[in-house]
């Protein structure tokens, strides 16, 4: 699909914005609402919100008018949380890295990646392999909703300001 540049451009940079709003959002308005949108601590899991839902709502706004348009931005959507859940690992955990701009600088370049690789595909989108995208997205966000309602144990999930980015190695 074709989408002008800067159209692209100013949607990554509000997508970009909104994500850094939303990660203070919890801290301004603590509830259950805000809760889902925003991380309630700073674990790697938690930040994926401030891809996915920003991701999530610029591709709303460049898919409006395009039938199936949306499609590509969706299947996209999973494997960009995914890089920033492993690029976030690599840094915090393997490498105990605690920079924040490192982390600003790894959410800018996955959020580049989310708007250009959807740009890739061309349509048209139909049939039951294109329903499948929707359905990761779908499972997803409500993965998102369980583990902020329901925190399991583990890494993953650990709030990495409270305890250090560091794991133990094993001997």
């Not at 509000?14 to 509830?31: E, R, S, T, V």
């Not at 915090?92 to 250009?116: C, N, P, Q, S, T």
């Not at 993953?156 to 980015?165: E, H, N, P, Q, T």
Request: net charge positive; charged share 10%; proline share 9%.
């Amino acid at each position: 699909m074709f989408y002008p540049k800067r159209q692209l451009i100013l949607t990554w940079i509000a997508a970009l914005l909104a994500g850094c709003a939303l990660h203070f959002l919890y801290d301004w308005c603590p509830n259950a609402g805000t809760a889902l949108f925003s991380p309630v601590n700073e674990s790697l899991w938690e930040h994926i919100k401030l891809v996915f839902w920003p991701y999530l709502g610029a591709a709303v706004v460049l898919s409006r008018g395009r039938p199936g348009g949306i499609r590509p931005w969706l299947l996209v959507l999973p494997g960009i949380c995914a890089a920033t859940l492993a690029l976030g690992w690599i840094y915090h955990v393997g490498l105990g890295g605690e920079a924040m701009w490192v982390d600003l600088v790894i959410y800018a370049l996955v959020m580049a990646l989310g708007f250009w690789l959807p740009t890739r595909f061309s349509g048209p989108f139909r049939g039951i392999r294109w329903l499948l995208p929707i359905l990761a997205a779908l499972a997803l966000g409500c993965l998102i909703a369980w583990f902020t309602l329901y925190p399991p144990q583990g890494p993953l999930f650990r709030d990495l300001a409270a305890v250090g980015s560091w794991l133990p190695l094993p001997c």
